[in-house]
């Protein structure tokens, strides 16, 4: 049962662009370039940039995507040429991958800070590269990190300051399937997925971090999922609905498993993030 964070979608092949690698060595450190290319992860590691120098604004948002936490940055290839199909450029698309790609059994995976820190560089990198604010995308296991990210404060594993949050730098936030209330399979807490600290138990220190305020994630913010996820689930142990987003400005109940609602939603997210309706 606990196969609940893995996507069977095919990977790409891809990393920063040249222009995106010098822009992060040169404004942030190469250490910063090398924690959110991923190169150690091989192709597929991260992606975006395109032909842009971060010296003017772009045409448009760029948009985030926020894995899930057994895949990589490449496993939403098939989303990201999605974008691309539909005006979106190479410029404007962006993901990295944090945690492992999948090699720590999922059992034994939990949202720790080192996830959240990478995925607000992200934002604060973009958001600087481009000029202009971001959309984010988090899917599954992502939109929880995610939101941590853009809430900031303490992270509730280590105590490190993540700083303000970054409302301010992020125009739309959508959940896809995403575990924004821990994880029906999380019925009773144990070591690892399930703790009590930075678990997806309904009741961990993480879960009602992220859950305590409303409206912090952007200006506009959407939540899809449904009645039939096997992954996440519908409601948690808590009698909740385990991906709804209190101070949402909508949310959409679609049919199919928790895959089925990460693909085959695609155009509605995009939409969602292009003109703030379905």
């Known amino acids: ?44 590691g991260s992606y975006g940039g395109g032909k842009h120098d971060g010296n003017s604004r772009t ?15 490449g496993t939403f290839g098939g989303h990201r040429q999605h974008l691309l199909n539909v005006g979106w450029g190479d ?8 945690g492992d790609g999948g090699k720590t059994p ?3 995976v939990d949202m720790k800070c080192q996830y959240v820190k990478q995925v607000r560089y992200m934002i604060q990198v973009v958001a600087a590269f481009t000029r202009r604010k971001v959309d984010v995308i988090g899917y599954s296991l992502g939109s929880p ?10 992270c509730v594993d280590t105590g490190e300051q993540l700083g303000p949050a970054l409302t301010p730098l992020i125009d739309t936030f959508v959940s896809v399937a995403g575990a924004n209330r821990g994880s029906f399979l999380c019925a009773l807490p144990f070591p690892g997925a399930c703790n009590m600290i930075n678990g997806l138990s309904c009741n961990s ?7 305590s305020r409303q409206k912090y994630e952007a200006k506009y913010i959407f939540s899809i999922y449904g009645q039939s996820d096997d992954k996440v689930g519908y409601k948690n142990a808590c009698g909740q609905l ?18 089925d609602i990460i693909v085959k939603t695609a155009q509605m997210q995009f939409n969602l993030i292009d003109k ?3």
């Not at 893995?6 to 910063?32: M, T, V, W």
């Open 1 to 44: 049962m606990w196969f609940f964070f893995f996507l069977s979608f095919p990977l790409i092949s891809c990393e920063f662009s040249a222009s995106f690698n010098r822009f992060l060595d040169q404004k942030y450190g190469h250490h910063i370039d090398e924690l959110l290319a991923r190169r150690d992860l091989g192709g597929g």
């Open 59 to 73: 045409r448009k948002q760029a948009v985030i995507l926020v894995h899930g936490i057994t895949n990589t940055a």
């Open 91 to 98: 410029e404007l698309v962006y993901g990295t991958s944090y």
């Open 106 to 108: 999922m059992p034994l």
């Open 145 to 154: 990190i995610s939101r941590k990210a853009i809430l900031g404060g303490a």
């Open 205 to 211: 220190r993480f879960i009602q971090d992220i859950n």
């Open 242 to 259: 385990t991906s709804k987003i209190d101070g949402s400005n909508a949310e959409f109940q679609k049919p199919g498993n928790h895959d």
């Open 276 to 278: 703030h309706s379905p």
